[in-house]
């Protein structure tokens, strides 16, 4: 009876490791596939603060418009010193206006074009142009434009003084909206704004004292 006992455990434990090979030469596994890894959650991106998105939307026909003044200062007869200060004014501030731009697109936010009108935007199906603080008027760009030599020079400074001091006021207005300027790319870019064109009023305010008060002054 034992040997009868031993026999069939045999021959039960060949059968198991016989259907053990049979599974692992068709593909199979005895041991259970691991369970898939749970999908990462899908986090949305958070809308870009509001103050940001104005300030760099509206600072984007600013720049414009200063880049349009400066141009003009090689044909309308200016100094050599107000024309190398214009040159890098129009380098350096076409440059910020890609970066405003890149910026805005990233956020999928709406890229208004380089106007030196001002920032257009439409509401309640009305299309709307506003006038960013320093900004010239009409009547102010035309007398630039007219102006010729020293003329120029000190209808350009004076003017470019009054758009600088327009992009401090912007600054400080960004930076005194909650939760603004927080953004890495908007905190670095308003700074530098804040710091170059501070530097820049003080060096025009030299500039203009210096020329002849017989020079066309606004």
């Known amino acids: 009876m034992r040997a009868s006992c031993r026999r069939l455990a045999t021959t039960l434990l060949v059968a198991c490791a016989c259907a053990a090979c049979a599974r692992a030469s068709a593909g199979g596994s005895a041991e259970p596939a691991p369970a898939p890894a ?19 939307s509206g600072m984007i026909g600013h720049h414009a418009q200063a880049v349009v003044m400066a141009g003009w200062a090689p044909s309308h007869g200016a100094s050599d010193a107000v024309q190398r200060l214009a040159e890098r004014i129009v380098v350096g501030q076409n440059d910020e206006i890609a970066l405003m731009q890149n910026w805005l697109r990233d956020q999928g936010e709406p890229v208004p074009e380089a106007d030196p009108a001002g920032w257009r935007m439409t509401m309640g199906g009305t299309e709307h142009v506003m006038l960013m603080p320093g900004m010239l ?11 010729r030599g020293p003329g120029f020079d000190r209808f350009f400074l004076t003017y470019m003084i009054q758009h600088h001091d327009g992009a401090l006021t ?19 870019f308003a700074s530098d704004v804040f710091a170059d064109q501070s530097t820049e009023i003080e060096r025009m305010q030299r500039m203009l004292e210096a020329i002849s008060p017989g020079g066309g002054a606004p």
């Open 38 to 56: 749970p999908a990462p959650p899908v986090r949305s991106t958070p809308r870009a603060n509001e103050a940001d998105v104005r300030f760099m």
């Open 170 to 188: 912007m600054v400080e207005e960004l930076f005194g909206s909650y939760g603004a300027g927080q953004d890495e790319v908007v905190f670095r």
């Open 137 to 147: 008027t009409d009547e102010q760009m035309q007398e630039l434009d007219r102006a």
